[in-house]
């Protein structure tokens, strides 16, 4: 694993990288969010221990820097802001971990290595394709700015839609990641609850039906403006 330790308190980072290099952990320092910007564009990182405090560019600016660019690295926030809003932000704006100050250097390491072990194909905190905007943290949705109010399994439901990134989600996966253990495979609950999203998000319609596979969101499709007036149609 390689680290890089973003911390303008020199005491502290070096007693990180150090503790670290005992953990056989590859530990590089940086004083500030700039000097981080640099280390993050010329070399592979695992995880980033990151103050939010850094000067100049800061480290919330930092993450979301690494948010924007897709790099594949962790963040770990490691910082002195220990108010829940404070940490609840810092997971808005891409932290996976968050640590306060003072900690346990073994808390750090074990940590470091959840982390490590997790895949990199990481989902950015606020989903955008297509026209929309979906905020999981507010639990808000935008469509070309505009709010759009949703239940929370039409909510859950675009999430998982918005996560695939126009690709083709069946309807059995969404079954499985909005709904609980206890739904019914022979449900038409999935049906019911795309056909009320359509009409929730307005025309023309953003998702669209994949005949025998399951549902996309974005481009055109046969269902992307609503039915003539009089014409009996179900949810599809």
Known sequence: MRVLIAEDEPYLADAVRDGLRLEAIAADVVADGEAAL??????S????VLDRDLPGTSGDDVARR???DGL???ILMLTAADRLE???????????D??????AMRELVVRLRAL???PVDATPPVLEFAGLRLDPFRREVYRDGRYVGLTRKQFAVLQ??????????SAESLLERAWDENADPFTNAVRITISALRKRLGDPWLIHTVPGTGYRVGGPGPESQPAPAGTATGPR
């Open 98 to 103: 968050y640590l306060t100050k003072p900690f």
């Open 72 to 74: 594949p690295c962790r």
């Open 66 to 68: 690494i948010v924007a």
């Open 86 to 96: 404070q940490k609840v932000r810092g997971f808005e704006l891409g932290a996976d």
């Open 116 to 118: 490590g072990r997790r």
């Open 45 to 48: 990182y695992d995880v980033v």
């Open 160 to 169: 998982v839609l918005l996560t695939a990134r126009g690709g083709v989600v």
């Open 38 to 43: 640099e280390a993050l564009a010329v070399n």
